[in-house]
């Protein structure tokens, strides 16, 4: 196949070769099996295939295995033989050890160029689903987005977004005649779960420079798709951290990128591993929008694929838009285990040859269970595959390596230092020193004032500077900081309209305020 992903060989001794054919790779995908059974190789192999056909990658590397992909495999390696013996098995015949360009990213800026976006980006549902909030917090969340855009106060961290609610919890009385309610035990209770994100990393995340998706798109001078890989060992000790930062990213693709209807290939091809993380715990609401975002990103070109242990972690509706299938060996010790296995089964087109649920049951590591998207988009029969062997390293790289990558990348030094412009926090704080200045100062003249009163019943003449009574009156009546931002606020919004935050076609879907 001219336009197709070489993946293994099926059939009879593994000769007939088995293909993903790229024109239906943005139909997206499933690659399941239990841990042991080889879907870490799967993903290695299938990013070496879109990477050759010009198709930048977007992976997390959990294990840390991933980042192998860097640099070429070799003939010293311990199953340089075996990975020999089953190329010629299944027809490999230009098989050859090669490295692949690798982009290595990390939220916490450690193991590869950091990766960030500004609160106002993630969105008040995203955020909301990242801290956890009650629906009464993520409704006070809301309204400080809300006030944020009308105000021309950019979210960008996390200082911005504590600074607003403290505003908020300042004036809640006259805020709460146009927003409804807004308690300080809920306000309180958000500025925790920001204190427990910050702790795990999170501030490292909301910041700029933010991350440009048109870095994540590209290819190099051999006309090969960049492979990115995010280091998440230690990211997968925040999964909630995790998952909202992929789902954020599939929604800035979608927000970004334009229609391009069915393409020959995609533009970008996206995997989703510990995809069960994406929805443990998640309002029916969350899992509705990520089913519409899995509709409709594939007309953008995007590929998205999860990867999971068993078929039954992904909702049903999701899953019955996963075109294309790799289904490792699963194990059925429980009564769960093997409705799950069944149901599994019951997805593939039937093969005369042999039972599919058996077949899943007893695939060895290395070898699946696969159905790939044929003409017109109609599923292929259930094939056993054995899965070609990497052309790149198996297993991770040094850490002189990585670093290595990371210093000879042409993104090097354009994400690592950390921008700090003028935002929410910086404008109310210089708005709270300012009515603490002049608060001062009218404290100041009102005791000259007094001082000046006292002198003059005592009879004595005053040398100081005279204040007229219509001066103390001005004085009494300066606005503390609350009150004229109050005033700001709770103002018809005329004007404003034009200086609101404009978050795209997904304002319906992840940014809604």
Known sequence: ??????????????????????????????????????????????????????????????????????ISGSPDHKLHQPFMDRAAKIG?????????????????????????????????????????????????????FRLADEEGLPLLDLDDIRAMLVWMGENRKDLSLR??????????????????????????????????????????????????????????????????????????L??????????????????????????????????????????LI???????????????????????????RIQHALRAFTARDKKALRLAAETYRPNPDFDTETAIREVGVGEAVTSMLQKKGVPGIVQRTLIRPPSSQLGPITAGQRKSVILSSDLAGKYEERLDRKSAYEILKAQAEAAAKAAEQAEAEEEEMETAQREYRAGRRYSGTRVSRST?????????????????VVKELTGTTGRRIVRGILGGLFKGR
């Open 298 to 324: 594939r007309s953008k070109g995007v590929g998205v694929y999860f990867i999971t242990q068993n078929p039954d972690d992904i909702p049903e509706d999701i899953l019955g838009q996963l075109g294309n």
């Open 92 to 144: 490999f015949d230009d098989y050859t050890y090669e490295g692949f360009p690798v982009t290595f990213w990390d939220l916490f800026g450690k193991q590869g160029h950091p990766v960030r976006t500004t609160v106002a980006e993630m969105g008040p549902l995203l955020l909301s689903r990242l801290l956890e909030l009650s629906e009464a917090q993520e409704g006070i969340l809301n309204i400080a």
């Open 472 to 488: 103390s009156r001005r004085t009494r009546q300066t606005e503390s900081f609350g009150d004229a931002m109050t005033k700001m």
């Open 179 to 252: 927003y409804g309610n807004i308690s300080t035990a809920s306000i309180g209770a958000i500025q925790r779960r920001l204190l427990v994100i910050e702790n795990q990393g999170g501030a490292n995340f909301f910041g700029e420079p933010a991350l440009a998706l048109a870095d994540l798109m590209r290819v190099d001078a051999d006309g090969r798709g960049q492979v990115n890989v995010l280091a998440a060992n230690e990211l997968m000790s925040s999964p909630r951290l995790y998952s909202t930062f992929l789902l954020w990213l599939l929604s800035e």
């Open 1 to 70: 196949m001219t336009n197709g992903i070489f993946l293994g060989g099926g059939g009879k001794g593994y000769a007939d070769k088995q293909w993903l054919n790229q024109k239906y790779a943005n139909r997206h995908g499933l690659i399941a099996g239990a841990t042991g059974t080889g879907k870490t190789v799967t993903l290695q192999i299938l990013a070496e295939g879109f990477s050759n056909a010009g198709v930048p990658v977007f992976m997390a590397d959990v294990k840390g295995d991933l980042s192998g992909l860097a």
């Open 254 to 295: 979608f927000e970004e990128l334009p229609e391009v209807g069915d393409p020959e290939k995609p533009k970008l091809v996206f995997f989703f591993d510990e995809a069960h993380l994406l929805f443990d715990g998640a309002p029916k609401a969350l899992v509705d929008k990520v089913e519409q975002v899995a509709r």
